[in-house]
């Protein structure tokens, strides 16, 4: 019969999605220009040239049905091979193509990823504040998700909190670096802390505990920032990367898992993923995206523009009076609310500004706002007014 | 901790790919003149010159932000409007926009589909010979698969069998039509049949019965083929269609499921969909691919060798003596092996003459073989004596 459960998910709308579709309205009802969009996390760069060209001419010089023609159920070789080529290059690490499943995305990489390393009954940890996406991820594997509340000073980990919260039943903890929606990065610090305990529970309770590294902002890190490669640090863990964001492809779906080669079972790792491939319908992603990703593994966009955002705004906030962890990475930042009720704030702004923030209520902690700034130079620059007056509505 | 269900499944591989990885080692050894390689449904022919063109066209004159941003959740609309108008216009159907999902192939769209339409314990129904891929879609769902014997007679549908499985747990029927393994077509009189014995349980039970018809063979049709529009006969019903074979592009993983505006909860479907990809990490297809389709709705790639393939092939087989119902559309057919365990009667025509076919044991449907023949016509012609051995193996 029709699935009451997914029916039901048809009416319950995201608040994000809520605050985009208000300012679509107001746009529509009082114009373009009535309306400062800062809720969406859609890169505003295009991709390098590069990447359009190797399309072209993976068009014009295949042969289309080699081309066009199935993907081996585990990725296109030479896709997995450049991949592994270019995490070792950069990163000093040592995987091999059998290490690399291509995906739709980081949301493929990890829907894959948790349904190899945790199952029904089992629990996920991750960190406060996260992308709520997560949930449906790791309830279709049948396991739970349970949250660590935010460190607030620093949004980098409240290692107390998370101590105290691990138990056996937890088979992965998912972390997210460079954050969604805080904008921080986790340190060399933070991640060596974290691998630290990982690798003292799993000796407790005897059994592995992977670590899931989301990255697909893993590119866009500012001047100064301490961003190490997670695996480097942790042997049983898998990333799980994804081209939308640093080379502006978010519509493409394509990424990958990479699974450390000193992981458990590292080998078995991506032929269970192939497995998994084939409850969800999924398959490999798109043959054309997955050859034209390998001439582009070492590059990115014109990311620039995003640092230029961050440090206007995060100046010009932090004068008018905002309290916020200074951004060091994505193109997100999250002040504290200048209300209690962020979710009350941020409908007052976009009502009475046009101003379209969304409250932190979303990424399960309230009482902050997330800013996402990948938008023109311009549009930051006209809407610092309008922050200043939305911190007057309260302060 | 690492999934056992997953790792135990890595070690069963399948029989298809068992015999397909022997035809590529015989190959190495012996040389590719050696092998004669009818196992793999892959489409030999290159798609349409205007997919390509097109392919160019978006990449050279979209603007890069939009053409690899973002698709809207449940799909291009752009693309949506134009499947719904395409099959409106071929099959006198009245789909809007908000019926279609654009899908990763007919993979993708039957896995979303089967999760809308059933749920934890409930039953889909299938006919043998069937595509055992169908397995994990339905498990995946949490649904049970059971089968109805094969009518060898002719490959239609044994309707006393059906009628006697079906029970108050059946929430859908799934239907491949023109049909792998077999080649042959539902005809007019099956469908109205299938959809009058539909009707009349689902009275009977007092809920609905979805009918999802998986069509990746609509367009690989042969002359005289009685093959109608599933849809148009049964209003609760979800076509699931690929482009894969129709323009050859499996690899790029483009399809859609089309949801029947007459089915129940016709508008709710659809946002369903939508719902099902975030718990399996899927998303919309590769945006590049859902513009670049919508201007080869109406057209496929010449086809034209299938068909003559087809023809070549039964004659021969038939003279030879083969038992065989004549396929009327895919690029496959399924004689009656001459030997009663088509397993040992494909494994000697492997070993002792390089000839590849796989036996119909994996598609529930033992003592029949199936050949794939998209492949070069000159390759049949040179094939034909190999099947005539073959079969005095035995007889």
């Known amino acids: 019969m029709i699935s009451q459960f997914y029916k039901d998910m048809t009416g319950k709308e995201s608040v994000i999605r809520k605050f985009f579709d208000y300012s679509r309205a107001r746009a529509a009802e009082l114009g373009p220009d009535s309306v400062f969009n800062f809720s969406i996390g859609n890169p505003s760069v295009p991709c390098p040239e590069d990447f359009n060209e190797e399309l072209i001419k993976l068009v014009q010089e295949r042969e289309p049905v080699a081309l066009h023609g199935y993907s081996p159920t585990l990725g296109q070789n030479s896709t997995k091979q450049a991949i592994a080529d270019s995490l070792n290059r950069r990163f000093g690490m040592?995987?091999?193509?059998?290490?690399?499943?291509?995906?739709?995305?980081?949301?493929?990489?990890?829907?894959?990823?948790?349904?190899?390393?945790?199952?029904?009954?089992?629990?996920?940890?991750?960190?406060?504040?996260?992308?709520?996406e997560y949930i449906p991820y790791v309830t279709g594997a049948g396991a739970k998700l349970e949250v660590v509340p935010a460190d607030t000073t620093a949004f980098q980990i409240d290692f107390e909190k998370f101590e105290a919260m691990m138990n056996p039943s937890v088979a992965a903890v998912l972390i997210n670096t460079p954050n969604n929606p805080s904008g921080i990065v986790y340190t060399t610090e933070t991640i060596t802390r974290l691998a630290e305990i990982m690798s003292k529970k799993q000796k407790e309770y005897g059994h592995e505990i992977f670590l899931i590294t989301d990255e697909p902002y893993r590119e866009l890190v500012f001047a100064g920032a301490d961003a190490p490669f997670v695996s480097k640090f942790y042997d049983n863990s898998i990333c799980c990367y994804s081209f939308s964001k640093s080379i502006s492809l978010p519509g493409e779906r394509i990424g990958y898992a990479a699974v450390n080669p000193a992981a458990k079972d590292a080998d078995y790792l991506v032929p269970m993923m192939g497995q998994v491939s084939r409850f969800t319908g999924h398959n490999c992603p798109t043959a054309l995206m997955q050859f034209a990703v390998e001439k582009c593994l070492d590059e990115t966009s014109d990311l620039s523009i995003y640092e230029r955002n961050a440090n206007l705004l995060y100046d010009a906030l932090t004068k008018i009076g905002y309290k916020c962890i200074k951004p060091m990475g994505t193109f997100y930042m999250f002040p504290e609310s200048p209300c209690e009720d962020a979710n009350e704030f941020c409908w007052k702004a976009a009502k009475e500004l046009g101003l379209i923030i969304v409250p932190g209520d979303s990424f399960d902690c309230p009482g902050h706002f997330r800013i996402s700034y990948c938008v023109p130079t311009e549009l930051v620059e006209k809407a610092i007014p309008l922050f200043e007056k939305a911190y007057h509505f309260y302060k």
């Open 94 to 132: 040592n995987y091999e193509a059998k290490h690399v499943f291509p995906t739709s995305g980081a949301a493929g990489a990890l829907a894959h990823a948790i349904r190899c390393v945790a199952s029904e009954g089992e629990t996920i940890i991750t960190f406060a504040p996260y992308f709520p």
